[in-house]
Every structure is written in structure tokens, then in C-alpha cells.
């Protein structure tokens, strides 16, 4: 006589976990458009995470950011030591991102109200290989403020090891009155969260 057979376990609930987490990871793919390709920061970055995916740093341990310059989306050159003594909000997005364009109008709104106390913000078009979609988009969100045109990530890569950097598109980083860098967010902003990152920037003396 053969040996009977163990029964089979019932693999239902194994699969059904299995693809759960296929959906959960898949999911957190698609959360944003892309790696920037910068180096993602050391043990020395001293920063704290906080809610909503915001980075902090605390006065004492910032680093410095990089003077960054180049050609303007729309023509012309920018350079961020013309606005040394502000406060810089550095927006990195590309028009061909579903995630920059929900963000969008909320860095217009708080851009406007907050030009008035220093406040200057400045984007970073990055993988547009060609100007025209970069330039509608800019239209379309009536953009007030300039972009650097980088689109092989250039300007993303001169953020200093062991920084808060962008290494995701879009990615946002708040550089307080003294040129260091102050925060970071690698996913789409929403204005209460932007606001966290510019507000106590705001109230430093």
C-alpha cells in the first residue's frame, strides 16, 4: 500500500497577502515621479522626520546648501546668491509629473502670501528635455516665481553628501536666512504642510 498523502494546506490567504503587498509596494512606486540620481545623505545628517514626510534640521547642525546657478526656464540666468538673506523654497519638478502638478497651485498660493516676509521660491525643472511642456506648465499654474532649466539633474546632484538633498521629483528643500539647508519633503506638498516647513522658517531671528 502507498503512503497516503499529507493534505495541502489552503494557500488562499497566502496569495491574498502576497498580493497585498505587491499593491502596497506598487503604490509606493507611484507615489513619486522619480529618483533625482543625489546621493541620499549619512549618518551626519542630524535630521528629524516628522509628520507628513517633512525633514527637519535644528539650527545648530545645518549644512550649508550650494550656491546654485544656471539658465532660466523662459530664458536668461538665475543665480540663488542674488537672494542671499531670504528665506529659499527650492521646488524640484518636471512638467511630465502627475504629482508636481497636484502640488502646484498650492506653492503658487503660498508663494504669493509669503513673498512679503522674505520668502522666495524657486523651482528646479528637471527632465524636460524640451522647454515648451515646462513653459505651458509654468502658464497654466501662473507660476510668479523662476526655475532653473535642468534637465539631466545637474543642479540636483550639487547638494553635498550628508545634506538633506532631493533625490525624488517632485522634492522640496527650505533654506533658511543664512544659506542651510533647513528642511526637506520628497513627496507632493500640500499647503498645511508647506507651510510647516516655511513658517518657522519665518519666525527665526
Not at 495541502?8 to 515621479?33: E, N, Q, Y
Request: proline share 7%.
Amino acid at each position: 500500500m502507498s503512503a497516503s498523502r499529507a493534505p495541502r494546506r489552503p494557500v488562499t490567504r497566502r496569495r491574498a497577502t502576497v498580493s497585498a503587498v505587491g499593491a502596497a509596494v506598487a503604490a509606493l512606486a507611484l507615489s513619486a515621479c522619480g529618483s533625482g540620481g543625489a546621493d541620499g545623505g549619512s549618518s551626519d545628517t542630524k535630521f528629524v522626520s516628522g509628520p507628513g514626510g517633512i525633514d527637519t534640521v535644528a539650527k545648530a547642525d545645518r549644512t550649508a546648501a550650494p550656491l546654485l546657478a544656471g539658465e532660466k526656464l523662459g530664458g536668461g540666468r538665475i543665480d540663488l546668491a542674488d537672494y542671499r538673506g531670504k528665506i529659499i523654497v527650492l521646488n524640484v519638478w518636471g512638467s511630465w509629473c502627475a504629482p508636481c502638478r497636484a502640488e502646484a497651485t498650492n506653492l503658487v498660493k503660498v508663494a504669493n502670501e509669503t513673498k512679503a516676509d522674505g520668502v522666495q521660491f524657486v523651482g528646479i525643472n528637471a527632465r524636460d528635455p524640451n522647454k515648451a511642456p515646462a513653459v505651458k506648465f509654468e502658464k497654466e499654474f501662473k507660476v510668479p516665481y523662476p526655475s532653473l532649466y535642468d534637465p539631466v539633474s545637474k543642479q540636483m546632484l550639487r547638494f553635498p553628501r550628508g545634506s538633506l538633498n532631493p533625490k525624488a521629483i517632485p522634492s522640496t528643500i527650505v533654506i533658511d536666512r543664512h544659506g542651510k539647508i533647513a528642511a526637506r519633503t520628497l513627496t507632493a506638498l500640500s499647503e498645511k504642510n508647506l507651510r510647516k516647513m516655511v513658517d518657522p522658517l519665518i519666525a527665526e531671528k
